[in-house]
């Protein structure tokens, strides 16, 4: 078979075996990318593989560029892609973007090991900097104050349940015409 015929059987297995899965990401019919972890998770990252014309008798190329990865530090994400490299090389000649994903899956924690925890909660302190540290809550609990002048004027308006009379938003018609 033809590389191309390989890459669109791949492709439309890919397609197949993801669909619905919020962590894959097709970006082009060559490039795919999927998160190894769920959102909130500090230990989580974006792993992007993108087939050369050739593939799959030549190795993807791989990447851990994506802004998601910014928190993890570049030794880690070599040794990410390192690990993953090694795999690539045990299945040069297939179709190996399924085992990749599957690979980092099942492997997270050992990626993943020497990565600090508090790296995120400091990325997300220095964005947080120029606003104040007052809560929503308190934002909302002021009420409207109204003056002695506009409560008559609403009692006024309404009945004794403070609902409004039958068609108070109603038009004349004869002061339209």
Not at 10 to 27: K, N
Not at 137 to 159: G, H, N, V
């Amino acid at each position: 078979m033809a590389a191309n015929e390989d890459q669109e059987m791949e492709l439309e297995a890919l397609r197949s075996i993801y669909e619905g899965d919020g962590c894959f990401r097709e970006l082009s019919p060559v490039s795919f990318q999927y998160r190894i972890g769920e959102n909130g998770d500090p230990k989580a990252f974006l792993i992007e593989v993108s087939w050369p014309e050739t593939y799959p008798q030549t190795a993807p190329i791989l990447s851990m560029d994506a802004f998601f990865n910014n928190t993890i530090s570049s030794a880690i994400k070599q040794s990410i892609l390192d690990k993953l490299m090694v795999e690539v090389e045990a299945n040069l000649g297939t179709a190996m973007t399924y085992t990749l994903f599957e690979y980092a899956k099942d492997n997270k924690e050992l990626f993943m090991e020497n990565q600090p925890v508090n790296t995120v909660t400091s990325v997300s302190n220095s964005i947080a900097i120029g606003t104040p540290d007052v809560p929503a809550s308190k934002k909302k609990d002021k009420k409207e104050q109204l003056s002695k002048t506009q409560k008559r004027k609403l009692a006024d308006k309404t009945d004794h349940k403070g609902e409004l009379p039958r068609g108070w938003n109603w038009v004349d018609v004869i002061k339209v015409i």
